[in-house]
């Protein structure tokens, strides 16, 4: 029980370490290929989407390689290793081109190394607490998320450089974590079952599981990666570490407020939970849309907060699934391909510009995901009729 108890807090762990590297040098590239590189929000849209595009491929390669052999579950503590090695090329980058092709080497490693950490923790904990430990691994992921974007706001006189050299050192850390933590877990890390358990019966099929994330990561698009730092200091006017500090600390309450529903999941009402996270979703990038800092803030926290709730819950659900490692891996997938999607139409639509309704000022770019927000109502309201 120690074992397990200590394997669990050190992948707990490795998601701070992680993420605390990750949001360093998030932000650190954004601003340089904008400012340095001279890249268009366009270029900028494609460097997030090249790193989410890698990591969805790799994401289902890494489920099922893991169901192939247990033993490759260490390759993800491996890629972690190159993650801290690659983030060193930045700084000698001269076009935005090459920061493309570092974004898919970062993305084809952390698409090896996180769903293979979020399968081990969801497999190894408790079924009458998964969901909660599942949530709290990512509330440390976006306290480390706060953390990353405060320490870039102070770290901007170390220049890209330096900057790199301080996330490197947190991915070696991590890397470290996931080693020793997959060995303390190794005997309760089971890839695929025989047949199903009663575990399997899920409120919610994995098939729904599956669509729902596809449409809640597409509409949160605009919240993650380099166009989410750029789209907040140029709509509202804001410094760079102004907007990031503001970024990660909307992250964090979002969140910190997610524990809050995987209690409920625990107890049997994931299918209630996921009906209002899917709500909140559709709502968010209308909200966001609206030109003051108050509704972009709100809309941002929303969508944060409705795609932290969903992760650990559809984690915990899958956990139980006969093909637990390849569901995990699958559900990663499908996220990263509908982020890429939802980014890709963000910053092609941002040369829209704003449009004004009722004298409320409004950017384009977020108002055409209305239709993608009415399919996830509809979803939601199919869910809530049925028994």
């Given amino acids: 029980m120690k074992k397990q108890g200590l394997g669990i807090a050190l992948l707990i762990a490795s998601a701070f370490t992680g993420t605390l590297a990750f949001r360093l040098a998030v932000p650190a590239v954004a601003f340089y290929t904008r400012d340095i590189l001279k890249a268009s929000m366009v270029n900028i849209s494609v460097i997030s989407a090249s790193f989410i595009l890698a990591r969805s491929l790799s994401a289902l390669f890494s489920g099922l390689l893991l169901e192939k052999r247990k033993s490759l579950v260490y390759l993800g503590a491996l890629a972690m290793t190159g993650n801290a090695l690659a983030v060193n090329l930045y700084p000698f980058t001269s076009s935005w081109i090459h920061v493309v092709g570092i974004k898919l080497m970062n993305g084809f490693l952390n698409g090896i190394a996180w769903p293979i950490a979020q399968f081990v923790i969801a497999v190894s904990s408790p079924k009458e607490i998964r969901s909660r430990v599942t949530a709290l691994y990512f509330i440390f992921g976006n306290f480390a998320g706060l953390l990353g974007n405060y320490t870039y706001a102070l770290t ?83 410094d760079r570490g102004t907007a990031a500090t503001l970024i990660g600390l909307i992250g964090f309450i979002a969140t910190l407020l ?71 891996g699958g559900i990663n997938a499908v996220r990263n391909i509908s982020t890429t999607a939802g980014q890709l139409v963000f910053g092609l639509a941002y040369s829209l510009g704003e449009v004004a309704i009722l004298g409320i000022v409004l950017k384009a770019a977020l108002l055409i995901f209305a239709p993608v927000s009415l399919l996830l109502f509809g979803i939601a309201m199919m869910l809530n009729g049925k028994k």
Avoid: H
Wanted: aromatic fraction near 12%; glycine fraction near 4%.
């Fill in 156 to 238: 901007q006189e170390f220049g890209l450089k330096g900057q790199m050299y301080l996330a490197s050192f947190f991915f070696f850390l991590t890397a470290l974590c996931m080693l020793l933590s997959y060995w303390l877990l190794y005997e309760k890390i089971v890839p695929k079952r025989e047949k199903d358990t009663k575990e399997g019966k899920a409120p919610v099929d994995a098939k729904k599981i599956l669509i729902l994330s596809a449409l809640i990561s597409f509409l949160a698009a605009f919240t993650s990666g380099e166009i989410t730092y750029v789209y907040v200091a140029e709509t509202l006017n804001l």
């Fill in 258 to 328: 997610a524990y809050i529903p995987s209690k409920f999941a625990d107890l049997g009402n994931e299918r209630k939970v996921i009906i209002a996270v899917s709500i909140l979703a559709g709502v968010s990038p209308i909200l966001a849309a609206v030109k003051n800092p108050i509704t972009v803030f709100l809309g941002i926290l929303m969508a944060i907060f409705a795609a932290q709730t969903f992760r650990p819950i559809s984690r915990s659900l899958l956990a139980s699934a006969k093909r637990a490692s390849a569901a995990i």
